[in-house]
């Protein structure tokens, strides 16, 4: 696996790839970077999965333990994770990729609600962070959570600042931040370069 610096690396690189919010995405390349960082999610997936399920048969929710699967979404903006009972699905924020200390307790704070309601005998909705969530809490170990399941920092809404523009075809594709990658044009790679990454259509940053 990725060491973390790497990873933090990796992730900055899929800010380029989605672009920042509101602008429509461009079209790029990433070099194989992206890939790592796909797989890292990929694996890291499966872990908290396991642990998740591991922690479900541990407090006797064998039944639904093997149901729960869990994901990470790029689509979730400031939650930092969410809990859907019927589907037995936790999703954790992407973002949370850059604050792995806060990876855990998300995980265990949304298990809590799958816990809380599985041990109702009822179909009856409970409140989603009372008395029952909050003792399934203390059960995972996270007896002082608080309720909120907002990400650690501010989403970022900022206007783009830097313009990168493809040598070839001259489209222009703002970005928030600086890309720290060498990114290509997607656009150019697939026309001339068969989709492959190609350091002829490298963007090149403006001067702002
Ligand atoms: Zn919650
Ligand atoms: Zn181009």
């Given at each position: 696996m990725p060491s973390l610096r790497q990873l933090e690396f990796a992730f900055r690189s899929t800010d380029i790839a989605v672009g920042p919010p509101g602008a429509s995405p461009g079209e790029l390349i990433i070099e194989?970077?992206?890939?790592?960082?796909?797989?890292?999610?990929?694996?890291?997936?499966?872990?908290?999965?396991?642990?998740?399920?591991?922690?479900?048969?541990?407090?006797?929710?064998?039944?639904?333990?093997?149901?729960?699967?869990?994901?990470?979404?790029?689509?979730l903006k400031t939650a930092a994770g969410r809990a859907d009972y019927r589907q037995k699905l936790i999703s954790l924020?992407?973002?949370?990729?850059?604050?792995?200390?806060?990876?855990?307790?998300?995980?265990?704070?949304?298990?809590?609600?799958?816990?809380?309601?599985?041990?109702?005998?009822?179909?009856?909705?409970?409140?989603?962070?009372?008395p029952e969530w909050q003792q399934a809490c203390r059960d995972?170990?996270?007896?002082?959570?608080?309720?909120?399941?907002?990400?650690?920092?501010?989403?970022?809404?900022?206007?783009?600042?830097?313009?990168?523009?493809?040598?070839?075809?001259?489209r222009d594709f703002p970005r928030v931040r600086k890309v720290r990658r060498t990114v290509a044009c997607l656009a150019c790679c697939r026309a001339h370069n068969c989709g492959e990454f190609d350091i002829r259509f490298c963007l090149k940053l403006l001067t702002v």
């Open positions: 194989p970077a992206g890939k790592m960082f796909a797989r890292y999610t990929v694996e890291t997936a499966v872990l908290l999965q396991t642990k998740g399920r591991q922690l479900l048969c541990s407090l006797g929710a064998k039944r639904i333990a093997t149901e729960l699967r869990v994901e990470w979404n790029s689509r924020n992407l973002k949370l990729v850059e604050h792995p200390a806060e990876i855990d307790r998300t995980l265990r704070h949304e298990l809590a609600h799958i816990l809380a309601q599985f041990r109702q005998k009822s179909r009856r909705q409970i409140a989603p962070h009372g995972l170990g996270i007896a002082d959570e608080k309720r909120c399941h907002t990400l650690p920092f501010p989403p970022k809404r900022y206007a783009p600042r830097f313009i990168y523009r493809c040598p070839n075809c001259r």
